[in-house]
């Protein structure tokens, strides 16, 4: 799944009140990918989710045949990887700025049987992900300053996307989050990337299962 096209919406612009039925609506509208974003309100100033809530929609991601992509936006992420694959977590992202160790940090993704990914603000170099390219499943690109849902896409990310395709080994996946939409899914399908997350675009939008499929009829263009 991680090198294929999917759509990835983010959970964090849901209605937490009737989160099951939310998630449950793009997943009948073909979604396979459930984004969960983790905030601790000193790597980003937001506080969001843990893994409480995600063990409360696991049994139904993973029944429908979905992966649970979890982007930790926290400091000292190594002392969290256990708790989030125990909850049901599949992919696990770490930020390069939040990792000293960050090998060690991959390293212990793998070992807790999950697909490792790191991920890059909008201002990080590339480079940051040079000696790490074999230690990941995926990478992540930040297309908004991470925090909230709802930013605008920064566009002149966009190169450092298409660079990051040519830098990583073809079964790496590529992931672009933030400001992703109809106005924005082609910039980014243009790079290379095969991986989206949505927020504020998918549960955002009146009709949640036909935002969603707009997004990956402009996907499967591509594929
Ligand atoms: C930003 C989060 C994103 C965000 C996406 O800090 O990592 O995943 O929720 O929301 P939209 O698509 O609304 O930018
Ligand atoms: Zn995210």
């Known amino acids: 799944m991680l090198t294929t096209y999917q759509l990835a919406p983010s959970i964090l612009s849901a209605d937490f009140s009737r989160l099951g039925e939310e998630v449950g609506r793009v997943m009948d509208a073909g979604v396979r990918v459930i984004h969960v974003d983790v905030m601790d309100g000193h790597f980003v100033p937001n506080i969001t989710i843990g893994p409480v809530v995600m063990e409360s929609i696991r049994e139904q991601v993973h029944g429908a045949g979905g992966v649970m992509d979890v982007h930790l936006m926290i400091e000292n992420p190594d002392r969290y990887i256990e708790a989030f694959a125990a909850a049901g977590a599949d992919w696990i992202s770490v930020h390069v700025e939040a990792c000293v160790h ?94 989206f997350v949505a927020g504020s675009a998918v549960f955002g939008a009146s009709d949640p299962a036909a935002a969603a499929q707009d997004l990956m009829g402009a996907m499967a263009a591509r594929a």
């Not at 991920?119 to 690109?141: C, H, K, R, S, Y």
């Not at 566009?155 to 830098?167: F, N, T």
């Open 102 to 195: 960050l090998n060690m940090v991959l390293s212990q993704i793998r070992a807790a049987g999950c697909m490792a990914g790191a991920v890059l603000n909008p201002a990080t170099p590339l480079a940051a992900l040079q000696e790490v390219t074999g230690d990941i499943d995926f990478a992540l690109m930040m297309t908004v300053n991470p925090g909230f849902s709802g930013q605008a896409f920064i566009e002149s990310v966009v190169p450092k996307i298409a660079r990051a395709r040519q830098l990583l080994p073809e079964g790496v996946g590529l992931e672009v989050d933030g400001g992703i939409a109809s106005g924005t899914i082609e910039a980014a399908l243009d790079t290379g990337a095969n991986l």
